[in-house]
């Protein structure tokens, strides 16, 4: 059974990857966003806003990865949107593939391609002058979060890929994530907002990672904020893919 579901999951991965190396503008347009914000926050607002000594750019990117990915998985929930209405699902339920399989796909083939998208973001704020002097394991520690993050953001993303009745239902739904960073820390300090707002904002999800990231790559103490960081992208995972993987199993029965 774990050989034919590897075997079957590699399988359409590489379907679902042809698909994205024939229209290389999916990735195009997930970055062009959180670019676009980057250089918005920088350069216009960025010497009006005080983020502490650090150049502003370094204080910025680590919000602008969750953008990036908030942005780039409402692609998923619409390309599996339109498997399901294109009954090439059902189709694939008439083989002897392993069921589960037809959603790791899609959830693999999410993960490289925001992956990539977070290259183009980091090398194009590399080219606007951000600089980490953060080691190998720091990097490695950056690259899991995100990961982590970008799993648990897939697996919701399946949700209404699965449920949504029209194209826009499927990917409007990552619109309230994108803007999730605005209220934490990833733009401005939270010290500085209303007592309701700040209370909100240090104690969503966004705030701990983005802190843990910024911390990672400044070379500072993390503390407790890794640990919350995890705790909120594990527990979403968990959440996420067991209300997926019941409504697939709903829908395929």
């Known amino acids: 059974m774990t050989g034919h579901f590897f075997g079957d999951t590699a399988a359409l991965l590489g379907r679902s ?9 999916t990735i195009i347009t997930t970055a062009i966003m959180p670019i676009a914000f980057m250089l918005l926050f920088v350069y216009v607002f960025g010497g009006a806003i005080n983020a502490g000594p650090e150049k502003y750019v370094n204080y910025l990117l680590p919000g602008v990865l969750l ?20 009954g090439i699902v059902e ?26 998208s977070l290259v183009v973001v980091v ?15 720091a990097w490695l520690a950056v690259a899991g979060i995100m990961m982590l993050f970008t799993l648990a953001l897939t697996w919701l993303a399946v949700i209404p890929g699965l449920t949504a009745t029209s194209v826009d239902g499927a990917s409007a739904f990552s619109y309230p994530l994108i803007f999730l960073p605005f209220i934490s820390s990833a733009f401005v300090p939270t010290e500085g907002m209303p007592g309701p ?4 904002a240090e104690n969503q999800p966004v705030t701990s990672i983005v802190d843990s ?18 705790a909120w992208c594990a527990g979403l995972l968990a959440v996420a893919y067991g ?8 829908k395929v029965r």
């Open 197 to 200: 707002v700040r209370a909100f």
């Open 123 to 137: 090398l194009v704020a590399l080219a606007m002058g951000f600089r980490s002097g953060a080691g190998v394991l």
């Open 213 to 230: 990231i910024r911390g990672l790559l400044a070379e500072q103490q993390v503390g407790g904020d890794v640990w919350i960081a995890l």
């Open 67 to 86: 953008i990036t990915v908030a942005s780039g998985i409402s692609y998923t929930a619409y390309r599996l949107f339109l498997d399901m209405k294109g």
């Open 91 to 116: 189709r694939f339920q008439s083989m002897p593939i392993t069921r589960s399989s037809v959603l790791w796909a899609h959830v693999l083939t999410s993960l490289v391609a925001n992956l990539t």
């Open 17 to 25: 990857l042809r698909h994205i190396g024939r229209s290389p503008d």
């Open 243 to 250: 209300i997926a993987m019941a409504v697939y199993h709903r």
